[in-house]
């Protein structure tokens, strides 16, 4: 069974500069990437004081349900709740969504932060789904990620097909060896560059051999995302158990720059 996914923070349906509103322009860029299941993070669920000044341009309803259509099933996961509204991350799907759940993963008040997790009904095969967006400062990420490897685990069955995906603000890539090891996942561009050939599976090899001698395994290098524009840090990943991939790819330029500050990453993926 093959499944196309991105993973895409949206800003909260505003342009980077001048916080103009874009969430149409999303909505017709979602349709572009074919996506069965997207990964959204800063989803919009409502916000007053825009639904009032830019009525016009402003869905009444939810940014989830307008973004999902009569396409996809949506979950969302409220993080951050102000007087005039709340955002945080969504999951839009073209398989039914058999259960949902979010669980506050905030370091501190000044940062609102959560994970989705959600139980797709494929079918070959129930699919568990996190969408996650961790905070700006390391030591909150790395509790975090703890977080939510302890969700993992306690959420889905060992062997059971999964999908992580959403913004880690993690430029300095400390944490995708820590997932890999404690959950068995692959970075889905460390994933792609070795599905086909040799090199992946001595790179798993030598990565078994280091940790048995107390070093790390090889580097992962997840795609370059932040800013869209001009994409330098490496800010958005996907992580994958029970599938190979078939494709992925950044998706960057001046367009994509004019709906958010980040670029999506879309793929298409085969279950194992």
Not at 47 to 70: K, N, T
Not at 100 to 125: F, M, W
Request: proline share 4%.
């Amino acid at each position: 069974m093959k499944i196309r996914i991105a993973t895409y923070n949206i800003h909260k349906g505003v342009s980077s500069f001048g916080s103009r509103p874009r969430v149409h322009a999303l909505k017709q860029a979602l349709a572009q990437m074919e996506a069965d299941v997207f990964f959204l993070q800063e989803v919009q669920g409502r916000h007053d004081l825009m639904a009032a000044r830019h009525a016009a341009h402003w869905p009444e309803q939810s940014q989830q349900d307008f973004l999902a259509g009569d396409s996809h099933h949506a979950a969302y996961g409220m993080n951050a709740v102000y007087d005039h509204g709340h955002h945080g991350n969504a999951l839009l799907s073209r398989f039914a969504i058999a259960s949902q759940t979010n669980q506050d993963v905030s370091d501190h008040s000044y940062e609102a932060r959560g994970i989705l997790h959600c139980v797709l009904k494929t079918p070959e095969a129930d699919v568990h789904c996190y969408v996650v967006h961790l905070g700006l400062f390391g030591g909150g990420r790395r509790r975090q990620t703890a977080a939510l490897i302890e969700a993992v685990r306690s959420s889905s069955p060992p062997e059971a097909p999964l999908i992580i995906a959403g913004d880690f603000n993690d430029w300095g890539n400390r944490l995708s060896e820590l997932l890999r090891m404690r959950l068995d996942v692959a970075e889905i561009f460390d994933e792609r560059i070795g599905a086909h050939g040799l090199g992946y599976y001595l790179r798993k090899l030598m990565g078994r051999e280091q940790l048995l001698k107390g070093a790390s395994s090889p580097k992962i290098k997840p795609a370059r995302t932040f800013p869209a524009a001009l994409p330098w840090l490496r800010l958005d990943r996907i992580y994958l158990r029970g599938f190979t991939v078939d494709s992925a790819e950044v998706l960057h330029g001046p367009a994509w720059a004019k709906l958010s500050d980040h670029a999506p990453i879309v793929a298409t993926l085969q279950l194992k």
